[in-house]
């Protein structure tokens, strides 16, 4: 076979056939296979990592329902919500460098007042708003820093909950939103440049928060799932550039726009090389972004009852009776999952741009199974 027509050949074998590329792990493309056939799901892409690397990466099912192009290792998703350690990955490193405290006043860092006005005389601070015990909400909205901010909206007080700060917990986007601002206050650098630099351009990792600065053909879409009808809609908000409000950009309060609370945009395969980081305390491949105390504290939870740190939780009912350490995601449709096992270093990446709503422990279904898969046809072999 000419060697051009036989390149063609293999490559098509590869797209139709996944499994090929993994044959030492065929059981869990199989398990995944099946997965995939017998629950709504969209596409996915995962990443394993054992005995401290990356040793398993496959993408199954859609990257684009429309036009039945079919989902890479190499695409990129927008994973929600563990976008949040990026941002507190960055707060570290400025307290490392001591330009800010995790006991610095909110009110001093943002530039306008942040207390709850039913306890006025307590201070919320950088770790409370990190940890989620801030006693802030989200019930005016997180998209921009008006919501919370007492000269913008007459409803600022309803930002705040009952009970007073430190005292109790709440997820709260707005927090991360907050601290994105902070970033750039401190640093001086743009958030989604800042990002880029220090944390993504180290570990040599393709992603980002800004749309226009990254190839768009390579944005996996996202879909929800509607039960109603059966069907996938694209939530094509997923990926709004926001050019314009980006031309107009206010530095130090339109942050925002980049959602730091959750507009992170990276490959499977990319986010394990991320995770391998904050399994091993700050250091890959020989790339240390933040210290050994830094990971440290990120990973001591603050709230025992939520089990939640600073921008990583930790759950012992992902794989039951395993304790295992990361962050979830959900936004537009898309479920994802970031966890690690850091001292027997194994963890897992699973990113679904869509699937039925459908929950186990507190876990989408279809990610609670696919890491019990991987776990049993990986880890464990």
Known sequence: MHK???????????????????????????????????????????AVVKNNKVVYTQSFGLK??????????????????ISKSFSATAIMQLVEKGLISLDDDMSKLVGFIIRNPKYPETPITLKMVLSHRSSINDSQGYFSLDAINPTKNPNWAKCYNNYAPDSGFQYCNLNYNMAGTIIEKISGERFDLYIQKHILQPLELYGGYCVDSLDKQKFVTIYEYHTDSAKFIASPNAYAPRSE?????????????????????????????????????????????????????MQTMLSEKEEYGLALSTSNKLINGITLTGHTGSAYGLNSAMFFEPKKKYGFVVIINGSEQKYIDGFNAVIKKTVNSLYENIVLK
């Open 245 to 297: 409000e980006i031309a107009n950009y206010t530095m130090g309060y339109s942050t925002p726009i980049f959602s730091p609370t959750g507009g992170m945009k990276i490959s499977a395969t990319d986010l394990a090389k991320y995770m391998l980081m904050h399994s091993n305390k700050g250091k890959t491949n020989g790339k240390r972004v933040i210290s050994k105390r830094s990971a440290r504290k």
């Open 64 to 81: 684009n329902q429309e036009n039945q192009v079919r989902l890479s290792n190499a695409d990129i998703f927008r994973i929600a919500s």
């Open 4 to 46: 051009a027509y036989y390149s063609l050949f293999i490559a098509s074998l590869l797209l139709m056939y996944p499994f090929l590329t993994n044959g030492q792990y065929s059981s869990a493309d199989s398990s995944i296979n099946t997965i995939m056939n017998t629950n709504k799901v969209m596409g996915m892409s995962v």
